[in-house]
């Protein structure tokens, strides 16, 4: 079972052919996003009606995908930015809830050497 928060998130931001399972996604991987389909990341893709998501990953025994439909609301795909986008593990959490990860921002990180 893969652990969500140990491994990059990347986001094939144009819809794919939601026939396409392991093989085809796994090319996609490849040849359209430039990257290693065997490497330790997870891989989400969205349908054209963004009512649905499959997600691939190697699990170093074999590849998985994981499938979601959503049975009336739409996933908040996001709309601007590079054909492969990579996400922080909250902006993952944010888009499989439903939140627009383009919205929403984080509180800002502080560092403080002093309580004074």
Aim: proline content about 4%.
């Amino acid at each position: 079972m893969i652990q969500w928060e140990d491994v990059p998130v990347y986001v094939h931001r144009l819809p794919v052919d939601f026939r396409k399972s392991i093989n085809g996604l796994s090319v996609l991987v490849q040849e359209s996003m430039g990257l290693d389909a065997f490497s330790p990341a997870v891989f989400v893709f969205g349908s054209r009606s963004r009512n649905k998501i499959k997600i691939l990953y190697w699990d170093k025994t074999g590849f998985c995908l994981w499938y979601k439909r959503l049975e009336k609301d739409k996933f908040k795909w996001p709309r601007r930015g590079d054909a492969v986008l990579s996400l922080t593990h909250e902006q993952f959490d944010w888009l499989l809830r439903g939140l627009d990860i383009e919205k929403l921002q984080p509180h800002t990180e502080k560092y403080f050497f002093s309580a004074n």
